[in-house]
């Protein structure tokens, strides 16, 4: 079942230095800070046309210090992209991004979340993503960018979400 948009209240979650990160859909204004810090983290650069409405921010102020992406095809989403800004990491801001993500994936009544990466293993299968055969992502992803991008020996990862985000 699809529920229409959410404009739920951000979350605000303390880091463990105890300062309060703000997490919520990214604004035109956050846009200029999620290109630095994808660059940054050498990640792909942040195509213009992604939707602001699946792109999740970390906040400490107005400083972006955290931004997670969801690409949608059909029922299935991929994880774009995640990227915690240095000196941010190991402090809780990459698993309130996650948990914001499953939640706007949810909201759009997504079952099954894929993730391809070599980087972060630990942390994604800490977060319940477990790898799984490149032959058993669903076809509809090849044309997604965060596939398109991925060597094809990059590990691929899904978190079934039917019923643990429901």
Known sequence: MRRGPSRAQPQIEPTRDGLPVKISRAAERDLGQVRSLLEAARLPALPTDFPLSNLIVGLEGPLVIGAIGLEVSGLVGVLAFAAVAEGHARQGVGTSLIHALLSRANELGLRTIYLFTDRGREFFEKMSFVEIP?????????LTRALREASPTTPAFSLEIATRYM
């Open 134 to 142: 490149r032959d058993a992502v669903p076809p509809q992803l090849r």
